[in-house]
């Protein structure tokens, strides 16, 4: 295991694995609290170099530095980044074959890694519970800690147990660092991770390059062609609230020749990676993202982040706008939406709201749906049944998933979006048996042969199993070897579970009556009045036209700043002069002679002036509405008379 000599000190491993010569504020102050053995909270803008201070802590204390993350993108990026650099890492997570997580056990348990990768559900499993007291551990870090409270804005139950570890072995500092965290998050996270005589640091919430904007526009699309004309070959992410929009908005500007692609969590791991590969290649000028494409995604040269959905906190905003500008070059965040959009907005959230009678009734059709009686059902993985759940309890989506995350909050079942979980295996029957059916067909014999000397343990427990490398090395069809385990399943030989692709629900305990579930209506109450005044202030922040944006922005996280931004459009407003009807008159013939062939908006604006386009795209709308302009296309208009 690599640990560096006591005498090397940060700024040489600075200099050694990444090549910098000096740090980012508050990086080096964390990193020496933590090696000297204290817990230690670090709050610090998205960009300010959060990983960077443990993986040099972890290098200069002795032992295993264990990292829990939230999302396998972004257990992948750091595993990655220290790989390039040739230090030893591990991680573990659900996208991973059955021997690839055997192997990094056996590296965390034989001291060939330095830094190991887990998501917080994995801190929970027999595995990790068995070799944990053994492990010599010098530095535990919780990444994205905001997560640990239900008063941030991506709360996740899995969190609320990762300090119930230190009850076995406590002799290491914790570090959690966040982006986003106000004054009561903060305190959350010390508590339930059990932080001792913290040592808080915590960065300015002020982003000086990054201007602040909210557009009031009911016309989206055109609104956002506007803004990426200049822009087409500067990285620009788009956020909105549903996949459907993903697909539309980016299909639209597509049609506009910019080059766009969607990104969300209903796409397949294989889908996703080949975006995330593109984006960091340069190959993707605009990403069109839910906030799946938040936490992980890391690159420099963003140079524009835009919502055209009214996002649900300030938290959830900050934390996504400030995926613009990380290289501290001057960069923009917009909101574009309406005075109806504010209004709709707050309407949604109460129609939204979860009753208790929607928990029961999600719950008691999800397991009817799969036939699970009462007693049974517990640690096995069911596929999702979505549109089922809609038709039979009359919910929509959102109303279904926050019911089953509340009876995940409640401990009753673990809900896996787009996870991949392994097929899993374990002999039910005598050897007799098995040998009489070895005896029987040639394909029984290679198939349990072939169990049976890969997994001496699968008389005892449940064994995940590789399908494609179990074909591979049989000379098999998958589907075929999938066909005989299934057949084994049926004559009791095995208890086989087939693994899930997409979304899944697991029981962590048996089915219970309905009328028994532990609904905490009181809890449920208080989460939604929380979530409500969030938004309030969310509606606020865009309300408002006289406020500097950067100091509301602040003021919401606990900080003063003693001067205003100015360059959000509050503290800059845009003076629109009036066009003087000579330039208006010479501005309509410069439009119908663009338009003599059929042309898009987007065509017609690109060859006017910027601060020119507002008017412009007006005079453009009044000319097809009084018939001077005709449509020719799906998006293209001519002022050639159609026959």
């Given at each position: 295991m690599?640990h560096?000599?006591p005498?090397?000190?940060?700024?040489e491993?600075?200099?050694?694995y990444w090549?910098?010569?000096?740090?980012?504020?508050?990086?080096?102050?964390?990193?020496?609290?933590?090696?000297?053995?204290r817990?230690?909270l670090?709050?610090?803008?998205?960009?300010g170099?959060k990983?960077?201070?443990y993986?040099i802590?972890?290098?200069?204390r002795p032992g295993?530095?264990?990292?829990?993350?939230?999302l396998?993108?972004?257990?992948?990026d750091?595993?990655?980044?220290?790989?390039?650099?040739g230090?030893?890492?591990?991680?573990?997570?659900?996208?991973?074959?059955?021997r690839?997580?055997?192997?990094?056990w056996?590296?965390?348990?034989?001291?060939k890694?330095?830094?190991?990768?887990?998501?917080?559900?994995?801190?929970?499993?027999?595995?990790?519970?068995?070799?944990?007291?053994?492990l010599?551990?010098?530095l535990f870090?919780?990444?994205?800690a905001?997560?640990?409270?239900?008063?941030g804005h991506d709360?996740?139950?899995?969190?609320?147990?990762?300090?119930l570890?230190?009850q076995?072995?406590?002799?290491y500092?914790?570090?959690g660092?966040?982006a986003?965290?106000?004054?009561q998050?903060?305190?959350?996270i010390?508590?339930f991770?059990?932080?001792?005589?913290?040592?808080?640091?915590q960065?300015?919430?002020s982003?000086?390059?990054l201007?602040?904007q909210v557009?009031n526009?009911?016309?989206?699309y055109?609104?956002l062609l506007?803004?990426?004309?200049?822009?087409?070959?500067?990285?620009t992410?788009?956020?909105?609230?549903?996949?459907?929009?993903?697909?539309?908005?980016a299909?639209?500007?597509?049609?506009?020749d910019?080059?766009?692609?969607?990104?969300h969590?209903?796409?397949?791991?294989?889908?996703?990676?080949?975006?995330?590969y593109?984006w960091?290649?340069?190959?993707?000028?605009?990403?069109?993202?839910?906030?799946?494409?938040g936490m992980?995604?890391?690159?420099?040269d963003v140079r524009q982040v835009?919502h055209?959905?009214?996002?649900?906190?300030i938290?959830a905003?900050y934390?996504?706008?400030g995926?613009?500008?990380?290289d501290?070059?001057?960069?923009?965040?917009?909101?574009?939406c309406?005075r109806?959009?504010?209004?709709d907005?707050?309407e949604?959230?109460?129609?939204?709201k979860?009753?208790?009678?929607?928990?029961k009734?999600v719950?008691?059709?999800f397991c009817?749906?799969?036939g699970?009686?009462?007693?049974?059902g517990?640690?096995?993985?069911?596929?999702?049944?979505?549109?089922?759940l809609?038709k039979k309890?009359?919910?929509?989506?959102?109303?279904?998933y926050s019911?089953?995350q509340?009876?995940?909050?409640?401990g009753?079942l673990?809900?896996?979006t787009n996870?991949y979980?392994h097929?899993?295996?374990?002999v039910?029957?005598s050897r007799?048996?098995?040998?009489?059916m070895?005896?029987?067909?040639?394909?029984?014999?290679?198939?349990i042969?072939?169990l049976?000397?890969?997994y001496?343990?699968?008389?005892r427990?449940f064994?995940s199993?590789?399908?494609?490398?179990?074909?591979?090395?049989?000379?098999?069809?998958e589907?075929?070897i999938?066909k005989?385990?299934?057949?084994?399943h049926?004559?009791?030989c095995?208890?086989?579970l087939?693994?899930?692709q997409?979304?899944?629900?697991?029981l962590?305990?048996?089915?219970?009556?309905?009328?028994n579930?532990?609904?905490?209506?009181?809890?449920i109450?208080?989460?939604?009045n929380?979530?409500?005044?969030?938004?309030?202030?969310m509606?606020?922040?865009?309300?408002?036209?006289?406020l500097?944006r950067?100091?509301?922005?602040?003021?919401?996280?606990?900080?003063?700043?003693?001067?205003?931004?100015q360059?959000?459009d509050?503290c800059?407003?845009t003076?629109?002069?009036s066009?003087?009807?000579?330039?208006?008159?010479h501005?309509?013939?410069?439009?119908?002679?663009?338009?003599k062939?059929?042309h898009?908006?987007?065509?017609?604006?690109?060859?006017?002036?910027?601060?020119?386009?507002?008017?412009?795209?007006?005079?453009?709308?009044?000319?097809?509405e009084c018939?001077?302009?005709h449509?020719?296309?799906?998006?293209?208009?001519?002022?050639?008379?159609q026959t």
């Open positions: 690599i560096e000599k005498s090397t000190n940060a700024r491993l600075l200099r050694k090549g910098f010569s000096s740090f980012r504020p508050l990086q080096e102050d964390i990193i020496r609290d933590v090696v000297q053995g817990d230690v670090g709050i610090m803008t998205t960009g170099g990983s960077l201070t993986q802590s972890g290098l200069l295993l530095c264990i990292v829990v993350s939230p396998i993108s972004l257990m992948i750091q595993f990655e980044g220290l790989k390039k650099r230090i030893p890492s591990v991680m573990i997570h659900s996208g991973m074959t059955a690839q997580i055997e192997n990094a056996n590296s965390i348990q034989f001291n890694t330095k830094f190991v990768f887990l998501s917080p559900e994995r801190l929970q499993t027999k595995a990790f519970k068995a070799l944990y007291p053994k010599n551990i010098g870090v919780v990444d994205e905001h997560c640990i409270s239900e008063w709360f996740r139950p899995s969190y609320l147990k990762i300090g570890i230190r076995f072995q406590d002799s500092p914790t570090l660092l966040t986003t965290a106000t004054p998050v903060a305190q959350d010390k508590d991770l059990k932080l001792r005589n913290t040592i808080l640091h960065t300015s919430f982003r000086p390059n201007a602040f557009i526009e009911s016309n989206k055109n609104c506007e803004k990426l004309i200049d822009s087409k070959k500067q990285r992410i788009i956020f909105v609230r549903n996949r459907r929009k993903c697909y539309q908005i299909s639209f500007l597509q049609q506009h910019i080059q766009a692609k969607y990104y969590a209903g796409l397949s791991n294989a889908a996703r990676d080949a975006i995330q593109e960091s290649k340069n190959k993707i000028d605009v990403m069109v993202a839910t906030n799946a494409f992980g995604i890391d690159k420099a835009i055209i959905d009214v996002p649900p906190s938290e905003y934390q996504e706008a995926r613009a500008g990380r501290r070059l001057p960069a923009k965040s917009m909101i574009i309406s109806e959009d504010l209004r907005a707050l949604q959230q109460t129609s939204n979860v009753s208790p009678s929607d928990i009734k719950y008691h059709y009817l749906h799969h699970i009686a009462e007693g049974q517990q640690f096995i993985p069911y596929q999702l049944p979505l549109d089922v809609i309890t009359s919910l929509s989506a959102l109303r279904v019911s089953l509340w009876l995940e909050r409640w009753l673990h809900l896996a996870e979980s097929h899993k295996i374990k039910i029957t007799e048996n098995l040998y009489k070895q005896v029987e067909s040639e394909d029984y014999r290679v198939v042969d072939y049976l000397r890969n001496p343990n699968i008389f427990d064994q199993i590789d399908i494609k490398r179990m074909a591979k090395e049989v000379q098999g069809n589907a075929r999938l005989l385990l299934e057949r084994l049926t004559y009791e095995v208890d086989f087939r693994g899930i997409g979304n899944s629900v697991t962590r305990m048996p089915r219970i009556a309905t009328v579930l532990p609904i905490n209506t009181a809890e109450k208080r989460h939604f929380h979530q409500a005044h969030q938004l309030r202030q509606v606020d922040y865009i309300a408002n036209d006289r500097c950067q100091r509301m922005l602040c003021i919401y996280f606990g900080e003063e700043i003693q001067h205003d931004c360059v959000c509050s800059k407003p003076s629109r002069p066009v003087s009807p000579a330039l208006k008159s501005w309509i013939q410069r439009i119908k002679t663009l338009t062939k059929p898009s908006l987007v065509f017609v604006l690109s060859h006017f002036e910027a601060d020119e386009r507002r008017e412009v795209k007006e005079i453009f709308n009044d000319l097809c018939g001077d302009l449509q020719a296309g799906a998006n293209t208009f001519t002022s050639t008379p």
